[in-house]
């Protein structure tokens, strides 16, 4: 029993190998540069068009969301290319925007569009994802008055 506690008593307890903890160290530094620079460049800010017009230069080039009225006199769409351009308005401001896509169904007049993608040095939004809100003919309402209604018999 001796020799027992001889040998526990001369044994240190070591940790990981100092290779292993910087390796490890390095793993995670990677991971977070990762996280966080790649959160950066997806990060939009969300404005109105006339926001967005109010910067003028200042928002050439950045990722932005915008929220305007759909002007349907001013869409265009080119099915060879696949390009849809349109214009949005907003308390009295003006903003092209051109998509490369297809044309979406509900495009209708006044329909509130959210568009996200960057801008241009000649003002027009090159958008790369559009949003339309439901059509108010999805709200909910009263019933029609042509619903047949039921009443007890008897």
């Given amino acids: 029993m ?3 506690t001889d040998w526990a008593a001369g044994a240190k307890r070591k940790g990981p190998p100092k290779k292993i903890l910087i390796a490890g160290l390095v793993a995670v530094a990677a991971m977070a540069y990762l996280i966080i620079f790649g959160m950066r460049g997806a990060t939009v800010y969300s404005m109105t068009v006339a926001e967005l017009t109010a910067q003028g230069q200042a928002a050439v080039g950045q990722g932005v969301r915008v929220s305007g009225l759909l ?13 849809l351009s349109f214009s949005l308005t907003g308390d009295g401001a003006t903003l092209p925007v051109v998509y490369h896509g297809v044309k ?3 495009m ?6 959210i568009a996200e ?10 958008a ?9 003919k999805y709200e909910s309402g ?13």
């Fill in 2 to 4: 001796a020799q027992v």
């Fill in 71 to 83: 002007d349907e006199a001013s869409v265009s769409f080119d099915p060879q290319a696949v390009i």
């Fill in 104 to 106: 979406p169904d509900n």
């Fill in 108 to 113: 209708q007049d006044d329909a509130e569009v």
């Fill in 117 to 126: 993608g960057k801008l241009r040095a000649d003002g027009t939004l090159e």
């Fill in 128 to 136: 790369t994802r559009l949003l339309f809100k439901c059509p108010s």
């Fill in 142 to 154: 009263t019933p029609a008055a042509s619903s047949p209604s039921r009443q007890p018999m008897g």
